[in-house]
């Protein structure tokens, strides 16, 4: 055990209870990370080279969320525990529940892309650009608040930092949640921005894509190394996890798009 193992500290999941509505902090965190990324889309798309409008942000929103929302439920159900779901599809519906897939979400936010691109004529590779730019905002409050729901916990440690999880027994853990959240979102927003706020998008489409589906794919196979695989799948091919496996395509299609857009300069 490592000489200064932090005890979980005693978070309450539940953000606001007035009698039956319950509000969690997952719920707020997903809330947060989409009003947030609509009020820096906005700001985003008045710059020069910009095809895309804030009336065009506002209408995305109710798009993006529902592209969220369902992807991410699907996409957990058919690549995390599809045998589960077979057995109880009722509980498809059940997210308060839990059960999030990132690459599930990201699957239905590009088909929400699509469909706001093509319902407002602008380019698709644009929206995609947008929907980059912001995407690491969200990605951080939800790994948060993974961390303050006492889930997704990391694999034994003795670093200092270890924290001892409740429902993980008294074993100490890596914060993966944090690292998750400080790459994925900290790092990979800080990113994102340096080059939103400095590129001419009319010349430069798909590069925030690219640089984000790079990044995000190699922090989450790196986090991955420090993460306890899911319990009900354990490690696949070795010691290969089921999200290091969703997040190599990204890190192909995200190189692909920065190379067409060099292609294209040239």
Do not use: C
């Amino acid at each position: 055990m490592p000489l200064f193992a932090i005890p979980f500290p005693a978070f309450d999941p539940v953000a606001v209870e007035l009698g039956p509505l319950v509000i969690r902090w997952y719920a707020l965190a997903y809330l947060a990370g989409l009003l947030l990324g609509w009020w820096l889309a906005r700001r985003l798309v008045r710059r020069p080279g910009w095809s895309l409008s804030p009336a065009f942000v506002d209408d995305f929103l109710f798009h993006a969320t529902i592209g969220v929302v369902v992807g991410g439920r699907l996409g957990y159900v058919l690549f995390y525990n599809l045998p589960h779901y077979l057995e109880r599809p009722l509980e498809i519906v059940a997210v308060w529940k839990g059960g999030m897939s990132f690459h599930g979400g990201l699957l239905g936010v590009m088909a929400a892309a699509l469909w706001a691109a093509r319902k407002w004529r602008v380019p698709p590779l644009e929206v995609f650009d947008l929907v980059a730019a912001v995407a690491p905002l969200g990605l951080f409050f939800g790994r948060v608040a993974n961390f303050v729901n006492g889930e997704l916990w990391g694999r034994p440690t003795d670093v200092p930092w270890a924290v001892i999880f409740p429902a993980a027994g008294d074993v100490p853990r890596h914060p993966s949640q944090l690292y998750e959240a400080a790459l994925e979102g900290l790092v990979l927003f800080a990113v994102m921005q340096a080059l939103a706020w400095r590129i001419d998008e009319s010349r430069r489409r798909g590069l925030l894509a690219g640089v984000f589906l790079l990044g995000y794919g190699l922090a989450r196979i790196t986090v991955e190394f420090f993460r306890e695989p899911d319990p009900q799948l354990g490690y696949l091919l070795g010691v290969v996890t089921m999200g290091q496996i969703l997040s190599l395509p990204l890190v192909a299609a995200g190189a692909w798009l920065l190379w067409r857009v060099r292609e294209r300069r040239s």
